[in-house]
């Protein structure tokens, strides 16, 4: 099984990167790096072990407030990245 690990730089959100590392196209570890980290724990905590297409259609489109896009929807284009 291939292992990725890599690093994100978001945009339009509170949190700066996320780090991710996949074996395949399961998740095996998310950290973002500021943001509320309550909200980060928590959804890196959910979407362990999930496949990376599962996550994506779950997360993405998540808006914050009045921004048109969120940490969620941040980690979906950081795995869409990794899979196009």
Not at 9 to 20: K, P
Not at 31 to 50: P, R, V, Y
Not at 55 to 61: A, S
Not at 66 to 72: E, G, I
Request: hydrophobic share 30%; glycine share 10%.
């Amino acid at each position: 099984m291939t292992k990725k690990e890599f690093t994100y730089n978001t945009q339009g959100v509170c949190s700066s990167q996320i780090h991710i590392k996949l074996s395949g196209d399961i998740i095996d570890k998310i950290e973002f790096t500021g943001g509320c980290n309550g909200n980060a724990q928590g959804i890196s905590k959910l979407i362990i072990g999930m496949k990376v297409a599962d996550v994506i259609k779950k997360l993405k489109g998540v808006s914050c407030g009045n921004r048109n896009t969120s940490c969620p929807d941040q980690l979906t284009k950081a795995l869409e990245s990794v899979i196009s």
